[in-house]
């Protein structure tokens, strides 16, 4: 390589000016349709753990207290923020936030808890419409997540062991 070439080399570098972005000094605004951390809002979430079901890092647990009351949780250690959760949910109760700092010491600043009351029908004890055949085809029963490990566990039970079933009121007809 000559001198020249690197001579003029330098000039296109030197004339290109500055590239970089100022970004701690000053932030960018965020861009349209931006996919921060997920929100959970409490007071809109039914409980049908299809965020759980979809998202593919198992990062929200579901566990299953009794046949009333069920534990969403967010842990938020393995996220890559792809919106599958906000997507699937029926009542838009994922939100994606627009903040794209979420460096943390603590992994406790990023979970999030929901504990849902789930009313659930007095004849048949579900708590949803009858699903659709693909629906059924999914997994079945209690979700027995581990929430103290913080980990999925795949159970494919249709009822739980050592519990009754809850079978549709008989009805008598004279």
Known sequence: MSLASKIKETWICLKAGRVTLPYPAQARPVPANFRGRPIFDAAKCIGCAGCANNCPAREILVFDVCQEIRILKYLGRRCTYCGR??????EKAITMSPEFETATNHIGD?????????????????????????????????????????????????????????????????
């Open 85 to 90: 959760c906000a997507e699937v949910c029926p």
């Open 110 to 174: 990023l979970q999030q808890r929901l504990d849902l009351f789930m009313s659930t029908c007095q004849r048949c004890g579900r708590c949803f419409k009858e699903p659709s055949v693909l629906e059924q085809l999914k997994l079945k029963g209690y979700r027995m997540d581990d929430l103290e490990n913080e980990r999925w566990v795949f159970r494919s039970r249709s009822y739980l062991e050592n519990e009754p079933v809850v079978d549709d009121i008989r009805i008598e007809l004279d």
